[in-house]
């Protein structure tokens, strides 16, 4: 129990079941996915696909894990997209640098 100090000495605060449900059921959904992302990587072939699913399943964990413990999913909308829009190019920076890097690699032989 958590105790907050108040002017006639020290009160008692009842555990806020609703918190602790939350917190319970974010870590069963973030359990899960990653349940899925090993089950996938011991089971399906490597490949393209593979790793796409792998890219958007972290993706997936990622906005989660923003929204509940950072507390964007509580925030005004245009916050929330201040993070996700730069995430969004930054990813596409990376798949372009890499598809650039190769063409130029298989240029040069």
Same mark, same amino acid.
Request: hydrophobic share 60%.
């Given at each position: 129990? #958590?105790?907050?100090?108040?002017?006639?000495?020290?009160?008692? @605060?009842?555990?806020?079941?609703? %918190?602790? $449900?939350? /917190?319970? +059921?974010?870590?069963?959904?973030?359990?899960?996915?990653?349940?899925?992302?090993?089950?996938?990587?011991?089971? #399906?072939?490597?490949?393209?696909?593979?790793?796409?699913?792998? @890219?958007?399943?972290?993706?997936? %964990?990622? $906005?989660? /894990?923003? +929204?509940?413990?950072?507390?964007?999913?509580?925030?005004?909308?245009?916050?929330?997209?201040?993070?996700?829009?730069?995430?969004?190019?930054?990813?596409?920076?990376?798949?372009?640098?890499?598809?650039?890097?190769?063409?130029?690699?298989?240029?040069?032989?």
């Amino acid at each position: 129990m #958590m105790a907050q100090e108040s002017k006639n000495g020290l009160e008692v @605060i009842p555990r806020d079941s609703a %918190k602790i $449900k939350k /917190i319970w +059921m974010t870590a069963l959904i973030l359990l899960v996915v990653t349940a899925v992302e090993f089950l996938l990587a011991f089971t #399906m072939e490597r490949g393209m696909l593979l790793y796409i699913i792998f @890219i958007v399943l972290t993706i997936v %964990k990622a $906005k989660y /894990i923003m +929204m509940e413990f950072m507390h964007l999913g509580e925030e005004a909308k245009p916050l929330f997209y201040s993070i996700i829009v730069p995430l969004i190019f930054l990813i596409w920076l990376i798949i372009a640098l890499f598809k650039e890097g190769s063409d130029i690699f298989l240029m040069r032989w």
